[in-house]
């Protein structure tokens, strides 16, 4: 299997081609399609989407339209927060579903649009947004958790090659750390290594050493769930947390958390989302 260093700069190379056919730096359907079905790994796509250097050329329908060929969720997060929102119409927009009335109401009242996400993924009724939902949401403030969790359960959505191939062999999720704490319980030992998901296990690959690596099966996960950070643009989620049914928990930190970036621990969630979506995908935590 290809290095996933070999991937992004498959996808970078790809996405950098359709830019320069639409224009300096511009971002467009083709070219995200293009980088897509030429196989670039999402972790890459969204590394050019979140390139402040980048614009994106779309409106809320283009990205209904990448949805509806595929694209992954974690991409349409992605590109649906540079994409700002609409000017205010001076009547204020309707949905076409009215069940979309009750999330905006409970937004407003100041609940934590990650339980209201998960309240959807539970719920488990079928959205299928049109342009007319999005642009009502993004009026009306939602952000991108919510979008994403109300998209992901759209019947209509073609299934990808990967979701079709079933669980993979050697997908390989590079820059992260294993946060294990130390004496006493308040020194930590932070590890850095790679995840590697093989069929239905998960090996941490200690970049210390084989004797500190370790392995877990993704049947005997009890619950995988994000640790985020409550920002201004919205929760920025940098560790993904496991808690295995004997009683373990392990916890994997996003290297470059400090500067910004996430993109390894959204990888290893769209992975096990894509692969195994039976398993119990918990609430995140937010520190305020």
């Not at 700002?84 to 109401?105: C, E, G, I, T, W």
């Not at 959205?127 to 019947?155: H, R």
């Not at 996960?221 to 392990?250: M, R």
């Amino acid at each position: 299997m290809k290095h996933p260093i070999i991937g992004i700069l498959l996808g970078v190379a790809l996405l950098a081609f359709g830019a320069a056919a639409a224009g300096a730096d511009e971002l467009t359907v083709d070219s995200i399609l293009s980088a897509h079905r030429s196989g670039a790994p999402a972790y890459g796509i969204i590394s050019m989407i979140n390139n402040p250097s980048n614009t994106v050329a779309m409106s809320a329908g283009d990205v209904l339209t990448l949805r509806n060929a595929g694209v992954p969720e974690a991409v349409i997060t992605a590109l649906w927060n540079r994409i700002p929102a609409p000017s205010p119409a001076p009547v204020p927009l309707q949905p076409d579903d009215d069940r979309l009335l009750d999330f905006v109401r409970l937004i407003k009242s100041g609940m934590s649009e990650s339980i209201i996400a998960e309240q959807i993924r539970q719920s488990e009724q079928a959205y299928n947004l049109s342009v007319n939902d999005l642009l009502y949401l993004k009026q009306n403030g939602a952000q991108e958790t919510l979008i994403a969790a109300l998209m992901a359960t759209s019947t209509g959505a073609p299934d990808s090659p990967t979701t079709a191939a079933g669980a993979p062999d050697d997908l390989v999720f590079d820059d992260l750390v294993f946060v294990k704490k130390g004496l006493f319980g308040f020194l930590t030992k932070d590890r850095p290594g790679r995840l590697v998901m093989d069929g239905d296990t998960l090996s941490w690959k200690d970049g210390s050493g084989s004797k500190k690596s370790f392995q877990f099966e993704i049947p005997g996960i009890e619950k995988v769930w994000f640790t985020c950070e409550a920002q201004p643009s919205g929760n920025f989620c940098h560790q993904i947390n496991f808690k295995i049914v004997k009683g373990d928990l392990y916890k994997f930190q996003d290297v470059r958390r400090d500067s910004g970036s996430n993109e390894a621990v959204l990888a290893v969630m769209e992975a096990l989302r894509t692969h195994f979506p039976q398993l119990n995908f918990g609430t995140p935590d937010v520190d305020g």
